[in-house]
């Protein structure tokens, strides 16, 4: 059969050949023909709904299993009770919010609505798609348009004429190109036949619009786990692999910047990768297509069909994916990839944020240490973890004794502090010297107790935590700031000494100003016990710590 090919991408201008373009393809409909018409979704494979011999060769056109419903597509709501029973009024407010638009809405059939098209159930998909094109060619026709997405089934949807032409050249009459789809997804199916209303297939349009309106509604097993044995999805369609390139898939879900980062060490020589815009440097030397910046998924939508198509013709042995997360039109992006990969999915697990804690002497890290334990974190005091090593890390003993002398040890083998003093104090070199050695053994110490703990947060607490390179461990750094006359106050409380003393102590070290320029967010502690202290600190770092989440989801970090 010879595929008549209907340029319809350039709707201005050229009015009067429009008309008989449209006229021409609604003929084909008119008279029982199969005919691709492009939706703001994705293309469709339309038939005359009404005609169930037209409908019948819908399913031999894609190879289509006989037990999946078509949707029918429609002009406008005022078409519904043509075909629809008891049409509910969360039917019409539905469609006042969002048709023309990506939702389809399961309804009660009327028996007009032949068998063949609902697959034998007494409900019917009905859409009204935002495409000028379609809407034109079907008040034309003047019957609904019965139309499944246009590929061959079991392979990605058809979001160009050109795709189409790929898998129905040949076999059906005609092919509508009225330019690339817009939304790039397929419709949301939402089932108006039971209450609470459910979410049978997420597609373009969100589930957060739909909460909007609907208030309450539940989601189908099918759209976010495989089905078992012998379960039944309501949407049918939902229980056959989809969507899939001929290597196998795999998704990761979870924070971009880690997904890609364990894609990378999953890799073998033949693997290609699906990756957001950003990381695409990483994995040089293999064939990669990319869905989009990590935020823009409206991009990603309208490539991930495109992406899954390209990677059917290139001969990678499995095909590594990353995967947004669920808000917005990520539940049907991820939806898509993870139906490609059969449900195939690894979920990366969050590392944890690491701050960095630093500040004079009274001004309350220990406070704020406490509060990071309060929020289930682990509190790391560098020194204590120094002074730890000292006694047990045989790498650290060596280094001191050889730089500065078996003498720095005595005789029963602790760190004689006294004697290294004298060497180093004074000494801005070998003091250097000295800080070089503690801080190559103490950074990667405490990148294994991060490593190691099993929580979301830990905190460094390090005077010296820019000059220690220990910053570069971490997500955030904190200066932790108070006033000199409140700080003179509390290390005098703290560890009974006098006013003079406490002065020069303070005085001695860097002040808040330093501390400020160096650090990315401050902590100001001007309240008067430790415990207020604790409290303020405990709502800074959860507040910090949302923003860094979001950041990091965001693929800010
Ligand atoms: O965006 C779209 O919806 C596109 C464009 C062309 O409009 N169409 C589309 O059709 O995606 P299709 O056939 O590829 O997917 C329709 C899905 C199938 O999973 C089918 O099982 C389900 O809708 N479906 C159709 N009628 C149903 C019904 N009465 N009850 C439950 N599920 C139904
Ligand atoms: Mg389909």
């Given at each position: 059969m010879e595929t008549k090919f209907i340029d319809l991408?350039?709707?201005?201008?050229?009015q009067r050949i429009v008309e008989e373009k449209i006229e021409m393809a609604a003929n084909i409909i008119r008279t029982g023909g199969l005919l691709a018409i492009p939706t703001e979704t994705v293309y469709g494979l339309g038939a005359?709904?009404?005609d169930p011999e037209a409908v019948r060769r819908i399913f031999e056109a894609k190879g289509r299993p006989q037990d999946n419903p078509l949707i029918i597509h429609v002009p406008s709501a005022q078409w519904l009770p043509r075909f629809c029973e008891d049409v509910p009024p969360l039917a019409y407010t539905l469609a006042r919010n969002f048709w023309p638009g990506p939702l389809t809405m399961i309804l009660k059939r009327k028996s007009i609505v032949p068998d063949v098209t609902t697959a034998g159930l007494d409900s019917v998909g009905v859409r009204c798609p935002a495409h000028a094109v379609t809407q034109a060619i079907i008040r034309y026709a003047g019957v609904p348009i019965a139309a499944p997405s246009a590929n061959t089934s079991g392979r990605p949807s058809c979001t160009t004429a050109e795709d189409v032409m790929e898998d129905m050249s040949g076999k059906i009459e005609g092919i509508v190109d009225g330019g690339p789809c817009t939304v790039g997804v397929e419709s949301t199916i939402v089932d108006l036949t039971v209450m609470p209303p459910r979410l049978l297939r997420p597609g373009g349009l969100p589930l957060e619009d739909l909460q909007r309106v609907l208030g309450e509604i539940d989601v189908d097993k099918a759209v976010t786990a495989p089905l078992e044995e012998g379960e039944q999805p309501k949407a049918p369609g939902m229980k056959y692999r989809h969507y899939a390139p001929k290597a196998p898939v795999t998704v990761f879900t979870g924070n971009p910047r880690r997904t890609a980062q364990t894609m990378v060490q999953r890799m073998t020589a033949g693997s290609g990768v699906i990756c957001f815009d950003e990381f695409e440097s990483l994995f040089q030397g293999h064939e990669t297509h990319l869905l989009g910046p990590v935020n823009d998924k409206e991009v990603q939508a309208q490539r991930v069909f495109d992406v899954l198509r390209t990677f059917d013709e290139s001969s990678v042995t499995e095909i590594l994916a990353q995967c947004p997360d669920n808000r917005g039109l990520g539940l049907a992006i991820g939806n898509r990839l993870k139906k490609a990969a059969g449900f195939h999915v690894v979920e990366v697990e969050e590392e944890s944020i690491v701050l960095g804690l630093t500040g004079g002497t009274g001004a309350g890290k220990t406070s704020a240490l406490k509060a990071i334990e309060d929020l289930g974190g682990l509190a790391l005091d560098c020194d204590a973890v120094y002074y730890e090593l000292l006694n047990t890390d045989a790498g650290l003993r060596a280094a001191i004794a050889e730089a500065f002398g078996a003498e720095v040890f005595n005789s029963n083998g602790t760190l004689n502090r006294k004697a290294l003093g004298e060497l180093v104090f004074g000494d801005s070199d070998r003091l250097d010297q000295l800080n070089d050695i503690v801080f190559r053994f103490l950074r990667p110490e405490l990148e294994r107790r991060i490593a190691a703990f099993q929580g979301k947060l830990c905190a460094l607490d390090a005077v010296n935590l820019f000059e220690s390179g220990i910053d570069k461990l971490c997500d955030c750094t904190v200066a932790v700031t108070s006033p000199i006359e409140m700080r003179v106050r509390r290390i005098m409380e703290r560890d009974g000494i006098d006013e003079k003393y406490a002065r020069l102590r303070v005085s001695a070290q860097q002040q808040d100003d330093y501390y400020r320029d160096k650090c990315d967010r401050e902590l100001s502690n001007t309240v008067d016990t430790p415990k207020a202290f604790r409290e303020t600190a405990k709502e800074f770092f959860d507040r910090l710590i949302g923003q860094i989440k979001e950041d990091k989801a965001n693929g800010r970090r």
């Open positions: 991408t350039n709707i201005k201008g050229q005359n709904a009404l």
